[in-house]
């Protein structure tokens, strides 16, 4: 019995220097805490145990340190005191210097700020980079193709046709919009223009020639206009809607193949000038642009001189 009132003594003894070492590290951590804010901290929001009922602090330390002691609890003051003591003044954080380091997340955003091996990219940036270069990419060949037609326009636009110029001009007779059939004038200077309602460099050229057409129809110049539309049924609805669209209002044949045929056009649109003696005295095949249509003005005026 009286070996067992002992132990108890001992155990007494022991919680109340454990209680005494709680009380100073929560009190050392209160004045930390003071220190490192510059104002007064709330005692019930520092999370120790400092119950008398359980003198032991709460936490995977404290059971190490329970477990250190053993069962007699006398154990001298020594190095774990020490630190104990030590703990209270470090500041708040340092406790998480025990824990493991967090594992980063696998899932990063791909424009991750984390600095990576030498050589390396964030995904995102690699997929806005390749993005880059594919939209480089087609710029430059939508430009290598924009190229390519203006120096094809280009290259045809200067070639003036000397196989037409010079020969005589074949008779053809060619179904009138509207109704009706209209030859080739003679005896007359007649511009005869080779045009089809799906090509661009003949709606680029069409308001210049009807604009020329309207001044020199009036020292008696004629226009024959041959649409080389495929025939069909709706071929005629579709010629009105172009002249109506790009608003045009002179006379138009059409043409089945033979006009086309006896005139040798390879391309379109191909424009020729007609003298009063039925001989062809200039052509072009390309658009009509400035230049074509002051070399026309010039071929006009020659043609309209009295014999």
């Not at 022991?14 to 003071?34: C, E, K, Q, T």
């Not at 500041?91 to 980063?104: E, I, S, T, V």
Request: aromatic share 6%; charged share 25%.
């Amino acid at each position: 019995m009286q070996r067992f009132l002992g132990r108890l003594g001992d155990d007494a003894l022991a919680a109340r220097r454990a209680a005494l070492r709680g009380v100073r590290l929560w009190s050392g951590r209160l004045r930390l805490a003071r220190k490192v804010t510059g104002r007064s901290v709330d005692a019930g929001a520092m999370r120790f145990a400092v119950d008398a009922r359980d003198p032991v602090p709460a936490g995977a330390e404290a059971a190490r340190r329970q477990s250190r002691r053993g069962s007699g609890g006398n154990e001298p003051r020594g190095e774990g005191d020490a630190a104990d003591e030590e703990e209270g003044k470090q500041p708040l954080h340092a406790r998480d210097a025990d824990m493991p380091p967090q594992r980063a997340p696998i899932f990063r955003p791909l424009d991750g700020g984390r600095s990576r091996p030498h050589g390396t990219r964030p995904m995102a940036n690699e997929l806005a980079i390749r993005t880059r270069r594919s939209d480089l990419w087609i710029w430059a060949l939508v430009a290598a193709a924009t190229a390519s037609v203006i120096a094809l326009a280009v290259i045809q636009g200067n070639r003036s046709g000397p196989r037409l110029s010079g020969r005589a001009a074949p008779a053809v007779a060619l179904p009138l919009l509207g109704g009706g059939k209209t030859a080739l004038p003679q005896g007359k200077v007649t511009v005869v223009d080779f045009w089809a309602t799906w090509c661009a460099p003949c709606r680029y050229s069409m308001p210049r020639l009807q604009s020329l057409w309207s001044e020199y129809r009036l020292r008696g110049v004629e226009l024959y206009s041959v649409d080389t539309d495929d025939p069909a049924p709706g071929r005629e609805a579709q010629v009105r809607e172009f002249l109506s669209r790009e608003r045009l209002n002179f006379p138009v044949v059409l043409d089945d193949g033979t006009a086309s045929e006896a005139f040798q056009v390879a391309s379109l649109p191909t424009m020729l000038l007609v003298d009063r003696t039925g001989t062809v005295v200039w052509s072009h095949v390309g658009a009509f642009t400035a230049p074509q249509e002051r070399q026309l003005r010039a071929a006009l005026d020659r043609a309209l001189m009295p014999p």
